[in-house]
């Protein structure tokens, strides 16, 4: 079975550009999760989607953060514009079922996004 | 605040050494607190402790959680260079959806 995969796995944009970071969850899994680490700091929470709709998205940092899950499959996270202090790693994960006592959420490998 | 501390924040042993690696947390209506070991890419999940004194194994590796005093420990016997990793503890809280809560993290370091 396949696991998380993100795409691209390293991107490197100047400040001002957009970059577009996307996300395939294992199949089957209906909750998907973004997470982002930036340099020294612990993994944080962006948000998290229940098929297509948004559970919670209180991790977001502004507006110029974008995630989308069309058709409740793949995500996209989109920054625009980006600025220097985006940089970081970012993660997705997915899970089957969020409410379960045991539900787990399996990560994927990360994008690691550099802002010049 | 919901988080997680982690200590050592690094460590470095000798192969076949045992390590103990710690994890506090303060989270709203605890429901489970989770390990991965994260290499070089994606953290790879370890284990997910929900009651107190039940010890999960797999392997050299085992966990242990204590409700009471809030605090985890990841016990790593006999260790080999390939446990070399970041060793990642956080928090789920019922009041937080499913959002986990992460610590810093300990980086081991095993040497040969």
């Known amino acids: 079975e396949a696991g998380v995969t993100q795409f691209p796995s390293h991107s490197v944009i100047e400040k001002g550009q957009t970059v577009t970071l996307r996300c395939d969850p294992i199949s089957g899994h209906d909750n998907l999760y973004w997470y982002r680490r930036v340099m020294g700091k612990e993994i944080k929470f962006l948000l998290h989607f229940v098929k297509e709709s948004k559970q919670d998205e209180s991790g977001m940092p502004n507006n110029r953060f974008l995630a989308e899950r069309t058709g409740g499959t793949y995500s996209t996270l989109k920054v625009q514009p980006a600025e220097l202090e985006d940089s970081g790693v970012y993660f997705c994960?997915?899970?089957?079922?969020?409410?379960?006592?045991?539900?787990?959420?399996?990560f994927g490998p990360g994008t690691r996004l550099t802002v010049l | 605040e919901d988080k997680v501390v982690q200590s050592p924040l690094s460590l470095v042993v000798h192969e076949g050494d045992t390590v103990t690696l710690n994890c506090s947390y303060e989270v709203t209506n605890f429901r489970s607190l989770l390990w991965y070991k994260q290499e070089k890419k994606a953290p790879t999940f370890l284990f997910m402790l929900t009651s107190s004194g039940i010890e999960k194994k797999s392997g050299r590796l085992s966990s242990i959680l204590d409700k009471k005093e809030l605090f985890s420990i990841l016990n790593i016997t006999a260790t080999q260079t390939g446990d070399s990793a970041i060793y990642l503890c956080a928090v789920l809280g019922y009041s937080s959806a499913s959002k986990i809560i992460f610590g810093s993290g300990t980086r081991l370091s095993i040497r040969p």
């Open positions: 994960a997915s899970s089957q079922e969020a409410g379960a006592y045991t539900d787990t959420q399996y």
